[in-house]
């Protein structure tokens, strides 16, 4: 996954999605809404980096890894509470990741995985 690339992504998805989280937490959106919220400003993303010339299959592989490079507070809250090290949260993120975008592209799930996974190591934390 090119740098260029996520130095797009990371900030179109930060923005918003703290917007939306914000307003989930503060109790002006329910559980559907976020989830709906969400999905929407999902698609819009990849739409938007179609547009831009980049392939549906590199697009999905770099907004599923904006998103959990951007959720990597939340990954280490579960795996606090889970009492389990953080990558064993990290990798079934990476994982579920992985198997959506590979059963919607036809794409070999190992290396979506891993391409996810150097995605977060480069830009998480």
């Not at 992504?9 to 937490?25: G, S």
């Not at 329910?30 to 989830?35: V, Y």
């Not at 400003?41 to 179609?50: C, I, S, Y």
């Not at 994982?95 to 590979?102: C, I």
Request: no cysteine; aromatic share 6%.
């Amino acid at each position: 996954m090119s740098k260029q690339l996520m130095d797009i992504v990371l900030p179109r998805l930060a923005k918003p999605l703290f917007h939306h989280l914000e307003r989930y937490r503060s109790g002006q959106l329910s559980d559907k809404q976020f989830t709906r919220k969400f999905e929407s400003l999902l698609q819009r993303q990849h739409e938007w980096l179609a547009k831009k010339g980049v392939s549906g299959a590199r697009a999905a592989i770099a907004i599923h890894a904006g998103v959990l490079v951007l959720s990597l507070p939340g990954l280490r809250a579960e795996a606090a509470e889970r009492n389990v090290p953080l990558e064993v949260v990290e990798l079934q993120a990476v994982q579920e990741a992985a198997a959506d975008v590979s059963r919607n592209y036809e794409l070999n799930e190992a290396r979506v995985a891993d391409a996810i996974a150097r995605v977060i190591v480069r830009y998480g934390e």
